[in-house]
């Protein structure tokens, strides 16, 4: 046995610290060829693995049939063309690509995809008005869908991620078509490189997609040039990002709106006139100025301006004027009682809007008082109508945003729905009229009749103060200068980053 | 052999406690997990019948004590269940992020022993003393700093500034050394107010006269004869620490984006996946058990006069 000393154990463990602490000097080294992408959602988390680790969200391995422009309107994507046949009938005509694997794209893969998904999540079939039988193929390139019920923005519908085409014999990298294969995934990361034999234009670099669960995080890679580009950087962090000369903003109105849901079953806010006080008291400019330091855009209605049916300009300013709002206290039926704010506790500027919200409506003489609710908790409480006020977001993911209009104003959407079957109510859908509305919308196939129905529903929720609008919201990328090509989308999950140029320096 | 088998007993009836708090905490939490799951996964409030559909398919129907027995059983035999999530077994999710965070722990108690003996060595020795006031200070600097922040100030110094290490991620050294100096630099502080409360009792014995007066150097009775004793307690609290530091891990792993149990247990959490943080519960729970038992075991070990389960004579 060697017989070493404790003086030359001390010496050699010493030496091999500094040899290792040397090597990490320098930080950690990047593919230089690869642009590395910041994400505030794990792309590799359990509930991404349905479709094999390739969900579609943010990664573009797999493709729709029906694309989403930037203007928020369908456009060919694996589908050349489609055409209604009748009320519930539809025909798509498939392009003629490969999957990574090199095998052609058939109308029975569509089919297994559709099927797939409607297997796995059986929500679907309701939100498609599509059963697994409601699919025919008539050749190799055609699919016929029939609906359940006449569904005028189907094609809209899907364009959602779920929805991307995958090659029922791969479960794994070669399962899409799209412009990137995957390359690796694991430890929160999923690695795509450029697939050569793409029909459209082949990315210009590889993409790797990093979970960054922490905002501050997330910011300190990007200035570390750990990241090429961030999304969501903390707000606080927004100005100093866009000052520096290494790195700059984009900010995007996103689809997504912010809001004080009101709870129109529960006392007092079942009042008319004590609502429509509230919305006198709330000030969205100072909001968007002082809370979300100018990353959003005040809002007058539920909905983002980003989708096409959306009317905010013809939609009535209320405000603020606190004489008005005392005024209609005073007229309503309000007798001191204290109303109930509630928020996600996971949302940090939530919290500050409902304290800003609780000193506008403390001005007026109504008392309230916050609850912050944990996440996993929050939606399931909100749906109990636990609260006179709850503050939420919601947006869309596909470009049909006709299913938005539904699951928060129809009785049978999904956040009234709970309530409405077992008492009746609800919690801020106004009733039967606006139920009819928002139906004829939905069927009919006539846009313009459609586009005036949802017109209709958001001019009546905005006058019944169905919900106090706060601000619509805007996804911030933040990226590394010589960044530069990528197309933004009002979704985020579809920023197209195909074209994009690395532009590192080193 | 009798105190093994009897600390082994008591083992078992804590873990069961942990298994039955465990269960009934995460049982009594506000929101229903087959709702909550399905608004995860759609992004919209879920059907009645897509509800019932999935309570049924997971179990969540069987009375209470029923679905109890049956994790227990499983966990007794090694199955801790499947994700609500995925098809994806428990064990092999906390398997996959278990040596992450152990690694992490292991490195952070190096950190805190590496600062904390040396320290609390110089400040028991210099009494009074500018080096131990500084000790002092910093030792009460170390407990009052939450370790999330410090791990942000190391970042900003010693990766944005020094350019030193890489700010977030796993695998290597360099992406170790941070979030072991953010987690161990609490448990370090604790750690050498200890070593220097212990040693300054252990100097003051009659035993450490002894050898002084036998005209030994003062660095061989410090380090041979003092510190060995004064280090049996030293032992007992960083086996303890170790549930401090899988506490301090949940967050340390955020803020450097390090896979671990802490974000796993995070994560599932909120997402009410109640099979992982059952799974993970109990393993947090068995490896905090195992180290104490180890540490009362090696108590024999390092001090012969300590004769475990015996009454003192």
């Known amino acids: 046995m060697v017989d070493v000393s404790r003086r030359t154990l001390v010496k050699a463990t010493a030496a091999g610290s500094v040899v290792s602490l040397a090597g990490c000097i320098g930080g950690a080294e990047e593919d230089e060829e690869s642009l590395v992408i910041g994400l505030n959602a794990d792309p590799t988390d359990e509930q991404w693995d349905d479709f094999g680790g390739v969900m579609g969200y943010f990664l573009d391995v797999t493709e729709p049939l029906v694309g989403a422009s930037t203007e928020m309107e369908t456009e060919p994507q694996l589908a050349e063309s489609w055409e209604q046949l009748d009320e519930t009938t539809w025909r798509f005509e498939l392009r003629d690509v490969e999957f990574h694997n090199g095998e052609a794209l058939t109308a029975d893969d569509v089919v297994w995809t559709f099927r797939d998904v409607l297997d796995r999540e059986a929500w679907t079939s309701d939100w498609l008005s599509l059963d697994a039988d409601g699919m025919e193929t008539p050749d190799d390139t055609t699919v016929v869908f029939e609906n359940t019920e006449p569904m005028a923005s189907f094609p809209g519908l899907i364009n959602h991620d779920y929805f991307g085409i995958r090659n029922p014999n791969e479960s794994g990298p070669d399962a899409g078509t799209g412009p990137f294969e995957l390359s690796e995934r694991g430890d929160g990361e999923v690695i795509l490189e450029p697939f050569e034999d793409y029909r459209g234009d082949v990315p210009n670099a590889g993409v790797t997609f990093r979970y960054i669960q922490d905002p501050a995080t997330r910011s300190l890679s990007l200035q570390n040039q750990e990241v090429d580009v961030i999304f969501n950087p903390p707000l606080n962090d927004v100005s100093e990002l866009e000052e520096s000369s290494e790195t700059d903003i984009h900010t995007q109105l996103a689809t997504s709106a912010t809001l004080g849901a009101v709870n129109l079953y529960e006392s007092p806010t079942d009042d008319e006139t004590l609502r429509r006080a509230l919305n006198y008291a709330v000030d969205q400019e100072e909001i968007v100025e002082n809370i979300i330091d100018g990353v959003g855009v005040p809002a007058r209605g539920p909905f983002s301006n980003a989708i096409p049916w959306v009317i905010h300009d013809d939609l009535p300013e209320y405000g603020p004027d606190h004489d008005r709002a005392r005024e209609l206290v005073e007229e309503s039926d309000y007798g001191g009682e204290e109303l109930v704010l509630m928020v996600d506790s996971a949302e940090d500027e939530h919290a500050t809007i409902a304290e800003h919200l609780q000193s506008n409506f403390e001005d007026i003489g109504v008392t309230t008082s916050i609850r912050m609710v944990e996440t996993g908790a929050f939606y399931d409480t909100f749906t109990d109508g636990e609260a006179n006020l709850t503050i939420v977001a919601f947006g869309s993911n596909s470009v049909a945003s006709d299913y938005l209009i539904r699951t928060m104003f129809h009785s049978q959407g999904s956040d009234n729905r709970q309530l409405y079957e077992a008492e009746g109510t609800g919690v801020y859908n106004p009733g039967s009229e606006i139920d009819e509305m928002i139906e004829t919308g939905y069927h009919t196939f006539d846009e313009d009749e459609r586009f005036e129905k949802y017109a209709e529903v958001q001019r009546e929720i905005r006058q019944t103060g169905a919900v106090v609008p706060l601000f619509y919201n805007e996804d911030v990328l933040a990226y590394r200068s010589g960044v530069d090509g990528f197309e933004p989308h009002p979704i985020d999950k579809k920023y197209d980053w195909t074209a994009v140029t690395v532009g590192r320096l080193d | ?313």
């Open chain 2, 1 to 313: 052999m009798s105190y093994v088998l009897y600390r082994l007993a008591t083992a078992v009836v804590v873990l069961f406690g942990v298994s039955l708090v465990t269960f009934g905490f995460v049982h009594a939490t506000p929101g229903d997990p087959a709702e909550t799951i399905l608004i995860e996964q759609t992004g919209q409030q879920p059907s009645s019948e897509a509800v019932e559909e999935f309570r049924e398919a997971e179990g969540m129907n069987d009375p209470v004590h029923h679905q109890y027995v049956d994790w227990v059983t499983g966990a007794v035999h090694g199955d801790l269940g499947q994700s609500y999530f995925s098809d994806a077994e428990v064990s092999s999710l906390i398997l996959d992020d278990l040596y992450n965070t152990l690694e992490l722990a292991v490195a952070s108690i190096l950190v805190a022993l590496v600062i904390a003996v040396p320290t609390g060595i110089a400040s028991a020795i210099h009494q009074g003393q500018p080096i131990d006031v500084t000790s002092q200070i910093g030792a009460l600097i170390g407990v009052s700093m939450p370790n999330f922040w410090l791990g942000y100030l190391l970042i900003i110094v010693f990766a944005l500034n020094l350019n030193m290490f890489p700010v977030a991620g796993s695998g290597g050294l360099e992406h170790l050394i941070l979030p072991a100096i953010a987690l161990g630099t609490g448990m370090a502080a604790i750690v050498t107010r200890l070593v220097r409360t212990s040693m300054l009792e252990v100097i003051d014995q009659e035993y450490i006269d002894t050898a002084r007066s036998k005209g030994l150097k003062e660095r061989i009775v410090v380090y041979k004869h003092a510190l060995r004793n004064a280090l049996i307690p030293v032992v007992t609290v960083v086996g303890l620490q170790l549930g401090f530091v899988l506490n301090g891990a949940v967050v340390i792993e955020i803020v450097f984006q390090r896979p671990g149990l802490g974000n796993l247990l995070v994560d599932a959490i909120f997402a009410r996946n109640y099979p992982v943080v059952q799974g993970v519960v109990l393993v947090a729970a068995v490896t905090f058990v195992v180290s104490n038992l180890l540490v009362d075991l090696s108590y024999r070990y390092l001090d012969p006069r300590i004769k475990l389960g015996e009454s003192q004579q």
